[in-house]
């Protein structure tokens, strides 16, 4: 038991380490490489916020524990709008004014809603992944198209005041460098520490994946958002959630489906996916009530949020018989 925890801590560890040299190196690649703000953004707030999810679930569908894997991506969707969202607006009360923001929103309920039409046939497929995979090229170039044809905006003003990306190209791409060959270093220790621990306790590698994992993967997510509320960034701690979880939803689970098919039970659909679309459909429409009445996104919304996460994890567990 001590030592697959060691394994989960020092892989958690690394993970979130590696992820955050991997994503500073992209991004500041880019912009030496004259990438404008908005596509160096959309790096961080996307591909880079996701980065640990995508390979420990990468990591879990070789080794086949598919399950883990995808319980990592949705466990980390309802953590990221229930924990992560919920204790930033505990901080402080947001406002969304950034168009790019106010686009990807309904781009991910949609997105959300295809990976339910695609899994409820109880099967995550080798064409799931190629449909998920191809989707999240299409969206990622959606935004990018939007982002050069759109002027500068709220979001790209707080991106330049929270990220240094004026290191030199060299150190850039050395970090670059590291990221990539520690995330699956770290990835490997966490998934192997995961799996144990599962066995240990006499759990399935999903529900490892929706809570332990999920929650790991997502504290930089969490660090990014409470960072970024503290300093009144508001479109950025709410884009870095609406971005990881597109991503989660199609890259993530995409590359599940492209390494490994794997079959649920019809309980996963019902109640860990149905209670992650209730939260995304809860962003939603929370969201286009304040945007409309231009209003912040008050406490209340994060108190309600942190609420339907804790009653998540304790209705999980016991329901695992723990």
């Known amino acids: 038991m001590i030592e697959s925890l060691s394994f989960l801590i020092l892989g958690l560890v690394m993970l979130i380490y590696a992820a955050d040299k991997f994503v500073l190196g992209a991004a500041s690649t880019a912009k030496h490489m004259g990438v404008s703000t908005m596509l160096v953004g959309l790096i961080i707030v996307g591909f880079g916020t996701s980065a640990p999810e995508m390979v420990v679930s990468a990591i879990a569908s070789f080794k086949g524990n598919s399950g883990l894997a995808l319980g990592n991506a949705v466990g980390s969707n309802i953590t990221n709008i229930a924990l992560v969202l919920g204790v930033g607006l505990m901080i402080v009360p947001m406002s969304i004014k950034s168009q790019t923001i106010k686009r990807e929103m309904p781009i991910l309920l949609l997105v959300t809603l295809l990976v339910l039409f695609l899994l409820i046939d109880l099967k995550l497929t080798f064409v799931d992944g190629v449909i998920l995979i191809t989707g999240m090229f299409v969206v990622t170039g959606f935004l990018l198209y939007i982002g050069i044809k ?17 290191i030199d190209l060299k150190k850039a791409i050395l970090f670059l460098i590291f990221g990539i060959i520690m995330l699956p270093v770290a990835s490997q220790l966490m998934v192997k520490g995961a799996t144990d621990i ?7 590698d999903m529900v490892i994946g929706l809570t332990i994992v999920a929650l790991g993967t997502s504290l930089p997510e969490l660090a990014a958002t409470v960072a970024s509320a503290m300093k009144k960034e508001h479109d950025l701690a709410i884009g870095n959630i609406v971005g990881s979880n597109m991503f989660n939803l ?69 329901s695992e018989g723990i």
């Open 150 to 166: 759109t002027d500068k905006d709220e979001f790209s003003d707080e991106l330049e005041a929270e990220f240094d990306l004026d």
């Open 198 to 204: 599962a066995l240990i306790f006499g759990v399935s």
């Open 250 to 318: 199609l890259g993530v689970i995409g590359i599940s489906g492209l390494i490994r098919e794997y079959e649920f039970t019809a309980h996963f659909i019902k109640y860990d996916y149905f209670y992650m679309l209730m939260l995304t459909v809860f962003l939603f429409l929370a969201s286009v009530y304040f945007v409309l009445k231009d209003r912040f996104i008050s406490r209340i919304i994060g108190v309600i949020l942190l609420v339907m996460y804790v009653s998540y994890m304790i209705w999980l567990y016991l």
